[in-house]
């Protein structure tokens, strides 16, 4: 892409055209293997949680875009009366380099001032450290360590959790 065209980045809704991408990104191996439930998801499966999390008013399924193209989900899931939510996040496996960043400052961006939350709160397995990276990155701050706190059938692993309020998101990006 030449430097002078500017990039456009977006989020939006999630509807039922993109659940084959989203199907496809979930279950691609470099992204199965850092989720909680790490089986091949199936179609029917991946339908049935669309069609529950769709209707629960506190869960915002999302897409990212570049430039019109779709190149991640986001997904937020607010505690009720409380403006806290907690997220989750993937990139399309074969997306450019940075995409993920940008998925981060867009996806926060939506959520503190479209969604209006006072916090936003992640966790990653304590073998990932792209994503523990990623956070911290963001601003985020390691709030605590659920030890042993996930089993994937073998082992054992630590959850880290990270925490991210909007009055320090708006410092750091001059809101």
């Not at 049935?48 to 190149?71: Q, T, V, Y």
Request: net charge negative; proline share 2%.
């Amino acid at each position: 892409m030449d430097n002078l065209e500017q990039t456009h980045l977006s989020v939006r809704t999630m509807t039922t055209d993109d659940l084959q991408a989203v199907l496809a990104w979930r279950n691609h191996p470099d992204i199965r293997r850092y989720m909680y439930t790490q089986h091949e998801i199936s179609l029917e499966e991946h339908c049935a949680w669309f069609n529950r999390a769709s209707s629960d008013p506190n869960k915002h399924l999302l897409i990212f875009e570049m430039n019109g193209i779709s190149r991640g989900f986001i997904n937020f899931t607010e505690h009720p009366s409380s403006r806290v939510a907690d997220w989750g996040f993937y990139v399309a496996p074969r997306a450019e380099k940075g995409t993920g960043r940008q998925l981060g400052e867009a996806a926060l961006e939506y959520a503190f001032h479209f969604l209006n939350l006072h916090k936003v709160c992640g966790q990653a397995l304590n073998f990932n450290e792209r994503s523990i990276r990623f956070h911290r990155s963001l601003g985020f701050q390691q709030e605590g360590t659920l030890r042993d706190q996930h089993y994937d059938g073998e082992h054992y692993h630590a959850v880290i959790c990270f925490g991210l309020l909007s009055t320090e998101w708006r410092s750091r990006n001059g809101n």
